[in-house]
């Protein structure tokens, strides 16, 4: 069974950093599309960045462009989301997901489109 597990969120103040973990198990993440989600109390679940691993295609939604970064290290079958200048916006559960039910020539964001699913971790940003 495909595990998916995050860490590294936490509380941080405006303008701080955060980087999080997403590690998989019986699952290579090199190949295929992974993405990372959040979703906001009251608010629907929404892709922040989706990358194809091991080609370089990343895609940002605009709010993160320019702050947050994902990266992997595949000897570890890690993938991460280096977050800076945080924003009390940011505040959310993020996921991580993978697993996609059929590729269509890129990596989507909708959350519907991944089968696997981590437990989520909590960021939390002050102003």
């Known amino acids: 069974q495909v595990q998916l597990v995050e860490s590294g969120g936490g509380s941080v103040q405006a303008g701080g950093s955060l980087r999080l973990s997403c590690a998989a198990s019986?699952?290579?993440?090199?190949?295929?599309?992974m993405g990372w989600f959040r979703q906001a109390p009251g608010k629907e679940r929404e892709g922040v960045a989706v990358?194809?691993?091991?080609?370089?295609?990343?895609y940002y939604t605009d709010s993160v462009k320019g702050r947050f970064t994902i990266s992997q290290d595949n000897g570890k079958n890690t993938v991460y989301l280096r977050m800076n200048n945080l924003k009390p916006e940011d505040s959310a559960m993020y996921y991580c997901?993978?697993?996609?039910?059929?590729?269509?020539?890129?990596?989507?964001?909708?959350?519907?489109?991944?089968?696997?699913w981590g437990q989520g971790t909590q960021v939390t940003v002050s102003s």
């Open positions: 997901a993978t697993g996609l039910r059929r590729f269509s020539g890129s990596c989507p964001d909708r959350t519907n489109d991944y089968m696997y």
């Open positions: 019986r699952y290579t993440f090199r190949g295929g599309c």
């Open positions: 990358s194809y691993i091991g080609r370089g295609s990343t």
